[in-house]
């Protein structure tokens, strides 16, 4: 996606905002899929996660379903560690790996992780792997 400096797009939440029509489909399709388990051959399934505040919903529900997904988030950042060296930005010394797999956004374009989505891949309730994702419109 980029930078997001015009006026939303047809967004039902007014503090979101699209640079195309195409970039606010792929947004509600992707919200469509977060938590859902997709069942694969061989006992794999695969989910799509992407860090929430914890304060988003005030519900009950809400609040336990963001509890475990920043848990499986941790747990794929503890695969992504077991797997990868850090990754520490020499100017301000933060894991960028951390900010990738937490989505963390930042004043500074270089340190925005903000579009990513990371990919769980299990074997029964076992994390086996973890990838991150992030979608640029073209």
């Known amino acids: 996606m980029q930078d997001m400096d015009t006026s939303p797009v047809g967004s ?15 947004f509600e ?29 005030s519900s009950l529900q809400g609040f336990a379903q963001r509890v475990e997904w920043n848990a499986k988030l941790a747990i794929a ?14 100017r301000s010394g933060i894991n960028l790996i951390h900010k ?3 989505n963390c956004g930042s004043n ?5 992780y903000s579009g990513f989505y990371t990919v769980i891949l299990e074997r029964g309730d076992e994390i086996i792997s973890a990838a991150s994702i992030r979608w640029i419109n073209s």
């Open 29 to 57: 399709h992707l919200q469509k899929l977060l938590g859902v388990k997709h069942e694969l051959e061989a006992g794999l399934s695969w989910s799509l996660f992407h860090r929430t505040d914890l304060e988003a919903d």
């Open 100 to 102: 990738i797999i937490y």
């Open 12 to 26: 039902s939440n007014p503090s979101m905002s699209f640079c195309t029509q195409e970039c606010q489909e792929i």
């Open 77 to 90: 950042q503890a695969v992504m560690d077991e797997c990868f060296l850090s990754i520490i930005d020499r």
């Open 108 to 112: 500074f374009h270089r340190l925005n």
